[in-house]
Antibody, heavy 122, light 107 residues
Framework: QVQLQESGPGLVKPSQTLSLTCTVS??????????WSWIRQPAGKGLEWIGR???????NYNPSLKSRVTISVDTSKNQFSLKLSSVTAADTAVYYC??????????????WGQGTLVTVSS | EIVLTQSPATLSLSPGERATLSCRAS??????LAWYQQKPGQAPRLLIY???NRATGIPARFSGSGSGTDFTLTISSLEPEDFAVYYC?????????FGQGTRLEIK
């Protein structure tokens, strides 16, 4: 059974860079044809897809965040990571990592991490 | 950008009743729609993908239907553990996007 676990600082200062890592266990991040995504949810609000990465390193980002987002992968550690620059209070949210289903049902998320709360505050 | 509108915002029902949740897309998403359940403090859980396919381990009381712009999630007989927030999500147009959610509460 695949498991995902987010890790990283829970508090980030405004204008700084938010950095999170997702560790995948129960299987190799490189096996299959999976994309690995980051999704966030402000308190009491809905879900926003941030971006995704394939194990080849190919990425796609939400246009609304593209200028500030970088997602990378480290297959040797079975991890992928999120960096979000120039954060403001609006970036305060629970951040989830998730696995997309394989084609043809890509773009739907069948495994999720438990989520990690990141607060942007000085 | 495709907008998903879920209705009602809140649905109050009793255990054993039938729940019908709606998701309407601003333009056709074909059958590229998923439903998720989220309980407080937990990650979303995939229930239905490609409009009508139950995800692994999802009970048969959950069913999805629809195509194009109008979709429905039906819970045939509510169990106490079904009271939660439900989200629809499309992946027809990039980026993937979620509806605002329907809260299913105990009456």
């Amino acid at each position: 059974q695949v498991q995902l676990q987010e890790s990283g600082p829970g508090l980030v200062k405004p204008s700084q860079t938010l950095s999170l890592t997702c560790t995948v266990s129960g299987g190799s991040i490189s096996s299959g044809s999976y994309y690995w995504s980051w999704i966030r949810q402000p308190a009491g609000k809905g879900l926003e897809w941030i971006g995704r990465i394939y194990t080849s390193g190919s990425t796609n980002y939400n246009p609304s965040l593209k200028s500030r987002v970088t997602i990378s992968v480290d297959t040797s550690k079975n991890q992928f990571s999120l960096k979000l620059s120039s954060v403001t209070a609006a970036d305060t949210a629970v951040y989830y990592c998730a696995r997309e289903m394989e084609p043809p049902s890509f773009g739907m998320f069948d495994y999720w991490g438990q989520g990690t709360l990141v607060t942007v505050s000085s | 950008e495709i907008v998903l509108t879920q209705s009602p915002a809140t649905l109050s029902l009793s255990p054993g009743e039938r729940a019908t949740l709606s998701c309407r897309a601003s333009q056709s998403v074909s059958s590229y729609l998923a439903w998720y359940q989220q309980k407080p403090g937990q990650a979303p859980r995939l229930l239905i993908y490609d409009a009508s396919n139950r995800a692994t381990g999802i009970p048969a009381r959950f069913s999805g239907s629809g195509s194009g712009t109008d979709f429905t999630l039906t819970i045939s007989s509510l169990e106490p553990e079904d009271f939660a927030v439900y989200y629809c999500q499309q992946r027809s147009n990039w980026p993937p996007a979620f509806g605002q959610g329907t809260r299913l509460e105990i009456k």
